[in-house]
């Protein structure tokens, strides 16, 4: 029993000091740390078996599921019409070209289509959204997801491109392009949902011209409007400082001298619109609820084309208003109707003009007779006049008497022969803006003439140095008929008013220089006919 409990003592011992050897290679003791206090190191408390094991032992790695992150590209969307080349991207669903096809850049014939979109750094592309409340949110960075590719459209055929983007707050907001083959309007639709309440869109038109970025062939004219039946026009340099409107707005854009870039909204009521600066261009938005049932979505017209009359009679709300006819509209938009009329039997715009001022001198006629034959009267009693301007020298309220007695016993008029000039003058003007105003004479030619919307020098340039000239032709001619036609005039008065009269040929000349051709064309023609007139009556009457 002794021998059992010995051996038992000594297997323990053996077992004691194996286990100690073992577990001093395999488990090292911990190092030491220092103390803080005196600098020394002190030994760590030895660990229990279970935690010294857990400490051993690598722990897992625990599974974190990273935020998924869609970084898309900005791509482009074409559009391609009867009438425009149009392209989007994605980035902000904006218009990033706007191309007519059936009007060029310059008067050159290998010069592009005129571009509507001017892009510029610092001016961001029209068709921008700001949904307004307390935080507005733009969408100029955001981008949009379509699943639409390019369109082509001919005819009355329609297409749709829908563009939709992540809000924040977890909304969305979407654009709705409906393009027709045939026509220059566009039908947008802009969404809004989910998001804040109070997030209601505002559209934003924009324009890299400015007040100095005048192109020749299609000068920028700024804001064109209507607001509450009154038409509104803004010169760059007055929106340059901001301009804020409201009241009823049935439509409002960026205009040039031949081309309209507009906003029609839908639906009436007041609206907000406000134009400023950003860039080297302008900004347009246009807010207003025209949906009280739904004032998260609105809906316009969009048009970017010409200044076509009739076009822009079919799309009503007044937009022909955006041509600016000056005062004498009752002339000019009657002129223009005829120009039309006869250009679809000619196929030449210069005939035309020479078609209708052989019609305007065919109306006046019976008032130009009558003023040459009050003239050539009035010319037939200075003799008489002049006696009694020496007799009654010294008394002029009886030499005025004398006078009016001697025009009544000889039934002439002394005013006979401004009558023609007065009816002549509204015609002459109206016919200038009908002339230098619609989209129909922009690089029309005739004979040398490239262009009868522009000076008729440029179309015979010549450069001397750095100083670019031109023969002004037309404006020559058109001078020298008229000198004939002063000198063929019958004098009714004195030889000094006589020597004034003379003069106008000269300050006719240096004015026409700068005037439009096609107004040439008119003057030059009705000289002809007022000298071949001015000859038969001379004839008649002596």
């Known amino acids: 029993m002794e021998k059992r409990a010995l051996i038992a003592i000594v297997l323990s011992v053996l077992i004691l000091v194996l286990y100690q050897e073992w577990s001093g290679r395999f488990y090292p003791p911990p190092m030491e740390s220092p103390n803080k206090e005196s600098g020394t190191f002190q030994s760590a408390p030895p660990a229990r078996e279970p935690e010294r094991r857990k400490a051993m032992s690598p722990l897992p790695k625990p599974h974190i599921r990273e935020p998924e992150i869609v970084v898309r590209a900005a791509k482009e969307v074409r559009i391609e019409t009867d009438h425009y080349i149009a392209v989007m991207t994605t980035r902000g669903a904006r218009l990033k070209s706007w191309q007519l096809k059936d009007y060029r850049t310059l008067v050159a014939k290998d010069s592009p289509p005129f571009e509507m979109i001017t892009a510029k750094s610092g001016v961001p592309y029209p068709l921008g959204v700001q949904l307004g409340g307390r935080s507005p949110f733009t969408d100029e960075n955001l981008v949009y997801e379509t699943e639409v590719g390019n369109l082509n459209l001919t005819g009355h055929a329609r297409g749709t491109l829908t563009f939709t983007g992540r809000i924040p707050g977890g909304g969305s907001l979407s654009k709705r392009f409906l393009f027709t083959g045939s026509a220059y309007t566009v039908e947008l639709e802009v969404a809004v949902r989910g998001g804040r309440s109070d997030w209601q869109p505002t559209l934003q038109l924009t324009t890299g011209r400015n007040s100095d970025d005048q192109q020749k062939d299609a000068p920028f004219e700024g804001l064109i409007t209507l607001v509450g039946g009154k038409l509104k026009r803004e010169d760059g340099k007055a929106l340059s400082e901001g301009k804020k409107l409201s009241g009823e707005i049935p439509w409002a854009g960026f205009g040039f001298t031949y081309f309209f870039f507009g906003v029609l909204p839908e639906g009436i009521g007041d609206r907000k619109l406000e134009v400023g600066k950003v860039g080297p261009g302008f900004l347009l938005s246009l807010s207003g609820a025209d949906n009280t049932v739904d004032p998260q979505r609105a809906r316009y017209t969009l048009f970017m084309g010409p200044k076509d009359l009739d076009l822009l009679n079919t799309l009503g709300r007044g937009l022909e208003r955006s041509i600016d006819f000056g005062y004498f509209t009752f002339v000019s938009a009657p002129l223009l109707h005829i120009l039309r009329f006869f250009h679809k039997y000619t196929g030449s715009y210069g005939i035309d003009i020479i078609l209708l001022t052989i019609l305007i001198k065919l109306l006046l006629a019976p008032l130009t007779h009558k003023s040459f034959v009050s003239m050539k009267n009035m010319s037939k009693l200075q003799p008489q006049m002049q006696r009694i301007k020496e007799k009654f020298k010294d008394d002029k309220e009886k030499m005025n008497k004398e006078i009016m007695d001697l025009y009544r016993r000889n039934k002439v008029n002394p005013l006979g022969g401004c009558l023609p000039m ?91 220089v700068t005037f439009p051709a096609g107004l040439t064309v008119y003057w030059l023609v009705n000289n002809i006919l007022t000298i071949g007139q001015q000859y038969l009556i001379n004839r008649m009457t002596k």
């Open 422 to 512: 007065l009816l002549q003058f509204p015609v002459f003007i109206g016919l200038y803006n009908a002339l230098r105003t619609p989209i129909e004479l922009r690089h029309a030619s005739f004979m040398w003439i490239e262009d009868l919307s522009r000076p008729d020098y440029e179309s015979l340039p010549f450069t001397v140095g750095d100083y670019h000239l031109g023969i002004p032709i037309l404006v020559l001619l058109m001078g020298a008929s008229m000198f004939v036609q002063q000198w063929m005039t019958p004098s009714a008065g004195d030889p000094n008013q006589r020597r004034m009269m003379m003069m106008m040929p000269v300050v006719f000349t240096a004015l026409f």
